[in-house]
């Protein structure tokens, strides 16, 4: 039998990385059993469905490396509707579905309590269809229905607990739970990897695959994502969004190795290993049961060691999106003739040491294709004492004379300017680093410096000399 698996998001909004960590759950389990991954797009919501969510699960997907062309799909849960309808029509003939056209209230009005389930009294009266007449599934009074969980065991639901559930509505559409196995089911699903939350579907919609005369698949729930206070991650609370993620700097790399750290890990005590050391030794049935902590700090002490650990061109080829603005990276500070590749490449390698995601870079060497520097005016108070003037008036002549402008005759000229002071190097620099790139923290000074050239140093240094008198 070949494994078939499929992720099956809902296009209902920005793409959740809880949603990614379980597509490449999925992903790797089918990789693994030589099966094959299934895409299914749910948008049978249209109220709530938009074409540009499709399109952002798509390129998230392709970004973590769940690459369009390399799946099954994608399918889409509303080409299915007829599939749906007929399944319905089966369940209603054979006697397992029936009826109802009752409301909450009268339920309640029955059962005179604020019972939220339903009391089958419909079951036998023979209630034909009709406006709004739902449809309800038949459950079994007596038995158990028993889930067979890669991760959870065998989870064992008593069917007289489970409430005749409505299967289609009073319009005739039929609700998630049955699309939802109906497409499993015509897409010969072998195995349904998702989030814990759907659990109470389960035997549900394990009932459904009975009641229609298929096997059903074998399930795995894994557990919710959390944030540091232990609730389930929400695109209202949290940062939720893979895109904002990806378009923050993050290496999908990186992140795809942290989406499989919650709830797993390696064998050994490591955590940054090669994709396929993931791809080796991930066990479904070694996921965890407690909920994942989603440790925003610790992915992004992560995503710096991947930067770090790129070789210098394929850094430089990262960053460009945010050098250059490009989709819906935010366009850098400066006109793109203003960008000089050369100058980048520079101070590239210095750059990589010192940033954990790749928008930082910006902020980094703006100093060098900007005309003059973004002054950050509380750095400058801060910086620039009694004293600064002169300072700056000796490194300017200090720098107007030195022979060969690099990094080291740079350092020791300032050097030397500070110590007939009494400065040391650090009190030295500030004020020149704030004068020729606007803050107190950045990259090296004086390689920094060399890479400006000393028309634009100089320039930079007299203007903020100016500005001190
Ligand atoms: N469309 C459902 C969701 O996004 C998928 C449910 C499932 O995987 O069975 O939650």
């Known amino acids: 039998m070949t494994v078939r698996v499929r992720f099956a998001p809902s296009p209902t909004g920005m793409f959740h990385v809880g949603g990614a960590r379980s597509a490449l759950q999925n992903w790797?389990?089918?990789?693994?059993?030589?099966?094959?991954?299934?895409?299914?797009?749910?948008?049978?919501d249209a109220a709530r469905n938009k074409p540009e969510w499709t399109e952002g699960i798509l390129s998230a997907l392709d970004w973590i490396g769940i690459s369009r062309g390399s799946y099954e799909g994608p399918y889409f849960q509303s080409a299915n509707a007829g599939e749906h309808r007929a399944a319905a029509a089966r369940l209603h003939d054979s006697g397992r579905a029936y009826y109802c056209d009752c409301t909450r209230?009268?339920?309640?009005?029955?059962?005179g309590s604020q019972y939220q389930g339903y009391d089958g009294y419909h079951r036998d009266r023979g209630l034909g269809p009709g406006p709004g007449h739902a449809l309800r599934f038949r459950t079994p009074d007596e038995g158990v229905t028993v889930v067979v969980d890669l991760i959870r065991g065998e989870p064992t639901f008593e069917n007289k607990l489970i409430e005749d559930f409505v299967i289609a509505r009073g319009d005739g559409s039929p609700v998630f739970l049955l699309a939802n196995v109906v497409d499993d089911m015509t897409m010969g699903i072998t195995h349904v990897i998702r989030a814990e939350e759907h659990l109470p579907n389960t035997p549900k919609q394990q009932l459904l695959w009975e009641a229609l005369g298929v096997k059903p698949p074998i399930w795995a729930h894994v557990p919710v994502v959390v944030n540091e206070k232990r609730q389930k991650l929400s695109k209202r609370r949290d940062k939720v969004a893979l895109e904002a993620y990806r378009d923050e700097g993050y290496l999908a790399g990186a992140m795809r190795n942290y989406l499989m750290l919650l709830g797993w890990a390696p064998s050994g005590d490591r955590e940054i290993v090669p994709w396929s050391v993931i791809e080796?030794?991930?066990?479904?049935?070694?996921?965890n049961l407690s909920s994942a902590f989603f440790d925003e700090k610790k992915l992004r002490a992560f995503n710096g060691e991947y930067i770090r650990a790129l070789?210098?061109?394929?850094?430089?080829?990262a960053c460009q999106p945010w050098l250059t603005g490009s989709g819906t990276i935010a366009p850098p500070p400066w006109q793109p003739e203003e960008f000089d590749a050369d100058a980048?490449?520079?101070?590239?390698?210095?750059?990589?040491t010192r940033i954990t995601v790749l928008s930082e870079i910006v902020p980094n060497v703006d100093f060098l294709f900007l005309a003059s520097p973004l002054i950050d005016e509380a750095a400058w108070a801060k910086t620039m004492k009694d004293g600064s003037a002169e300072l700056?008036?000796?490194?300017?002549?200090?720098?107007?004379?030195?022979?060969?402008?690099?990094a080291e005759s740079l350092k020791s000229t300032l050097e030397a300017v500070g110590a007939e002071r009494?400065?040391?190097?650090?009190?030295?620099?500030?004020p020149v680093r704030v004068a020729v790139t606007g803050r107190t923290v950045g990259l090296p000074l004086f390689e920094s410096l060399e890479v400006l050239g000393r028309e634009r140093t100089l320039t930079r240094m007299r203007a903020a000399r100016l500005r001190l008198v």
């Open 392 to 406: 700056l008036d000796a490194a300017v002549a200090a720098f107007e004379t030195l022979e060969s402008w690099d």
């Open 311 to 317: 070789p210098v061109a394929e850094f430089i080829d």
């Open 344 to 352: 980048f490449a520079a101070v590239a390698a210095l750059a990589q």
């Open 422 to 430: 009494g400065l040391k190097l650090g009190k030295t620099q500030a």
């Open 105 to 111: 209230e009268d339920v309640q009005a029955r059962t």
């Open 280 to 287: 080796d030794e991930f066990r479904l049935d070694e996921v």
């Open 28 to 44: 790797i389990y089918a990789k693994q059993q030589g099966g094959v991954f299934v895409l299914r797009i749910e948008d049978t």
